[in-house]
Every structure is written in C-alpha cells, then in structure tokens.
C-alpha cells in the first residue's frame, strides 16, 4: 500500500485489530451521507510478479484513489501463522488468525502487524509462498472478505490482486487481468529483490513462482482466473509507463 493512497485517515498510522470493527479496517468510518459501496473500483488482477501493485499504485495516484493491496493481507496472515507456529493446512486456527489479525497501514507506506514493523518481512519469499498455501482455504479467504470490502471508499478503489473483479468486487465499474510471461515476471522479481538488498536466485525464483502460478490458478475457492468481463492485458513488452497508460486508457473508454 502506498502511504498517500492508503485509506488510513491523513494524521498518523491506524492500527485497527480484532476489536475495531471490520469494515473499518484500516480506513476511518465513511461520513455520514457518503455510500461507500457507491464508490468506484478498479480490480487489477493477476498472476505473482505481473506488476499489478506497481501499476496499481500508480494508478490509484492518477486519479487521486485509494489504494488495496490485497496480497498483503494474505502474506499478513501467513507471517501471523508462522509466528504462531501453525502449519499451513489446517484451516481453522488459520481462519481465526485472518479474523483477528492487528494490522495496520500507516500513510508513510508502513505496513505493522501489531506493534512490529512487517513493511519487509511480508516480502520475504517464504512469506509469500505461505500466503499462497494458506490462500487455498474458504475460510481464511471468507475471514479476509470485509477487511478488502472496508477499503472502498470515495472517491474511489484501485484494489490488486487475484479475485479482486471474481470475488471480491464483482461490481468493480473496469476489471484488468494483468499478465506477463513466467520469465520477465521471474526477472522483474529478481530485480525487486536485489534492489531491496534481499538475495535471490532466478533460476529459483522461476520455478517458485511457477508453483505459485499452479497453486494460484488451480485452487477450488476463487481460482486465479480472469472475470469474464475482464479485459486481458499482457505487459510482457510493455514498460510500466506504458501498462498505466493502457489502464488509465481503459478507464476513460468505459462506456
Ligand atoms: O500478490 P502477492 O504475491 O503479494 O500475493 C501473495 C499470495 O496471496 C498469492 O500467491 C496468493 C494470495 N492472494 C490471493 O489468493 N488472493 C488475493 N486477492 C491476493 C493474494
């Protein structure tokens, strides 16, 4: 989540958890007189490593929105789960974890899990691998529904992820399945590691993330898969400029 575009209310970081209500997660409550499910979404959707929160992100700045990086909820509960000591498989500690987890986006960008910074933790690859295991459960997915739903407010939504336009915003007003090949999105990754200091294999990578892609794509409860109004759009050849400008595109095209 990017700090400006976090709908996390402009005077400091938010740290809501089990007690605060779950609409409002991370959002402070819509004023009286505004429908926050009248507010606009765009669902960006797609595989691991296909630019979706960048693009998203710059997005949402474009048009002034807010801002949801869903994924992160899950890698939350995976790095909750670890630190827990539960396993992966076992759905109901799982399902209890997502349902209580004390998050916090802050407006800098910072990401708590409690009172601990998890900005870096969360981008760990063992992290984001356990968010895709734990990712497979109805319940935990059920458990995270309302978190994602409270980030929609005026004057609007760009909210990234796997089920964003399938499950979670089916009303989204422009739906974008986001891709690129496994290579340039193992490449893309690699270099995201390398920047942040965090060491990092391609050839590694490559396969992690073709796993994931299979995991992702072949789960019972919403499937990686393109909404049927989605609109396909393959960033393989594309530039990060360019993938925004197609989007933007799209928007203002809509009929
Ligand atoms: O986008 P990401 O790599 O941060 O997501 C991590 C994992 O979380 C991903 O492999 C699958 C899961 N996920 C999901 O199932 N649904 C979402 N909307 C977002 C993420």
Known sequence: MTGSDVPSGADGPEVVGAAAPRVDAGTRPVPAGLDARAAPVIAIDGPT????????????????????????LYRLAALAA?????????????????ATLPVGFAPDGRIR?????VTDAIRAEAVGNGASRIAVH???????????????R????????????????PDAALKVFLTASAESRADRRHKQLIEKGISANLWSLLQDLRTRDARDASRSVAPLVPAEDAHVLD??????????GRVLALWSARG
């Open 154 to 169: 005026p004057p609007g939504l760009v909210a990234d992820g796997r089920d964003m336009g399938s499950v979670v915003f």
């Open 138 to 152: 109805g319940a935990v997915r059920d458990a995270l529904l309302a978190l994602q739903r409270g980030f929609r």
């Open 82 to 98: 670890i630190r827990a000591g539960a396993g992966f498989d076992d759905p109901g500690p799982l399902a209890r974890i997502a």
């Open 113 to 117: 899990l409690g009172a601990d910074d």
């Open 49 to 72: 490593a296909s630019g979706k929160g960048t693009i998203a992100q710059r997005v949402a700045a474009n048009l002034g929105w807010h801002y949801l990086d869903s994924g992160a």
């Open 235 to 244: 960033s393989t050849t594309l530039t990060v400029d360019e993938t925004v």
